[in-house]
C-alpha cells in the first residue's frame, strides 16, 4: 500500500476572479485524483489536501505554477489513512474567519523555528507567548507558558485582545497551527497599539518537525477526521496533557456528542465512548434513548404515543 501525505497551505493574494479559479482548480485536482478542502476568496487561499507522495508532488506544481502562488508555503506530513472523504472547493468573504478588516501588509515581525527555538532556549521570560487558536485546539497541546485569550471562534480575537492591552509595550510571539491566523491577529493587535509583535513563521506544525522534544506539550489539533496529530515522538512525557472528560484516564481524542441537541466538542476515551454510545454524559445518554424510541414509535404511526413517552 502507498504511503499517503497531507499538505497544509496558505497565501493572502488578491485573487481576481474567485469562482473561474475554483471551477480550474477543481478540475486540476479531481484530475490528480487528490482529496481535501479548499477555500477560495478574493483575499487569497487557504486548504489541505491528501494524496500519495505523487499525487501530492504534482499538486505542489500545479499550485506553485500560478504566478500569484509562487513562493506559497506547504507544510506536509506523512499519515495512514486519508482524512478527506472527498474533494471540495469552496469560496468565502473571508480565508480565516476574522470579522474585521485588516491591513495585511502591517502584520508582526517574521520568527523562523530556528530563531524562535534559539528565543525561548535563551530566554523565555524575555517575551510572551500568544496562542491565537481556539479554546479547544489550546486545550490539547501548546508551546510550554502560551498564554490564550480564551476564545471559542477567531471571530471573537478582536474583542477578546481587550484583555490584554496592558501589555502593548512587551514583545509578544503569535502562534497558530499553520500561520494563516497570526497574520490577521499580528496585523490587527499593530493596528491597536502593540507595539513588538511577531509571529511564529508556518506555524506550529513546521516547528514540529525542526524541534520535536522540546517547547511542545501535548498535541496539535487539525481540521480533518484526525483532529489531533503528533508534534513531539511517542515516548515524550510531554505527547498527551488532557483527560478524558468523563473517567478521567489520560486521554486526547476528541469526539462530538451523539445527541443532536448537545453536539459538544469533548475530550472522552474509547470505554467512556461505547459506555456511553458516543455522548459525552448519562444525562445526553438518556436524552439520545428517547429520541431512537421516538423514531422508532412515529415510525410505526404511533406518534401520540411517542410525544406522551417523551413529555
Not at 154 to 159: H, M, N, S, V
Request: proline share 2%; hydrophobic share 35%.
Amino acid at each position: 500500500m502507498e504511503k499517503l501525505y497531507v499538505l497544509l497551505f496558505y497565501k493572502f493574494v488578491k485573487i481576481e476572479n474567485p469562482e473561474k479559479f475554483k471551477e480550474e482548480h477543481l478540475k486540476s485536482c479531481n484530475n490528480l485524483g487528490v482529496l481535501g478542502r479548499i477555500i477560495v476568496a478574493e483575499e487569497g487561499i487557504n486548504g489541505s489536501v491528501s494524496g500519495t507522495k505523487e499525487q501530492i508532488e504534482n499538486y505542489k506544481i500545479i499550485l506553485a505554477s500560478e504566478e500569484i502562488f509562487s513562493g506559497i508555503v506547504f507544510k506536509e506530513e506523512e499519515i495512514l489513512n486519508h482524512p478527506f472523504t472527498k474533494m471540495q472547493i469552496k469560496i468565502k468573504d473571508e480565508i480565516v474567519n476574522f470579522g474585521v478588516s485588516v491591513n495585511l501588509e502591517q502584520n508582526g515581525e517574521y520568527l523562523d523555528s530556528e530563531k524562535f527555538y534559539e528565543l525561548y532556549k535563551k530566554s523565555p521570560e524575555a517575551f510572551i507567548i500568544l496562542d491565537t487558536r481556539n479554546d479547544y485546539e489550546y486545550k490539547i497541546g501548546k508551546f510550554k507558558n502560551a498564554i490564550h485569550l480564551n476564545i471559542k471562534t477567531f471571530r471573537q480575537f478582536p474583542e477578546a485582545l481587550k484583555k490584554i492591552e496592558n501589555l502593548k509595550d512587551k514583545k509578544i510571539i503569535t502562534y497558530c497551527t499553520g500561520g494563516i491566523r497570526c497574520e490577521k491577529a499580528s496585523a490587527y493587535m499593530k493596528e491597536k497599539g502593540f507595539k513588538n509583535v511577531y509571529q511564529l513563521k508556518d506555524g506550529i506544525l513546521n516547528f514540529g518537525k525542526r524541534f520535536p522534544d522540546t517547547f511542545w506539550e501535548g498535541k496539535c489539533f487539525v481540521f480533518d477526521k484526525r483532529m489531533v496529530t503528533s508534534i513531539n515522538s511517542p515516548e515524550s512525557e510531554d505527547d498527551i496533557i488532557t483527560n478524558c472528560e468523563n473517567c478521567g484516564d489520560v486521554c486526547d481524542l476528541y469526539k462530538n456528542c451523539r445527541n443532536p441537541e448537545c453536539d459538544r466538542f469533548v475530550i472522552i476515551c474509547l470505554k467512556c465512548q461505547e459506555k456511553l454510545i458516543g455522548c459525552c454524559s448519562v444525562e445526553c445518554k438518556n436524552e439520545l434513548q428517547k429520541l431512537f424510541i421516538k423514531k422508532a414509535l412515529t415510525k410505526q404511526g404511533r406518534r401520540i404515543k411517542a410525544d406522551n413517552l417523551l413529555n
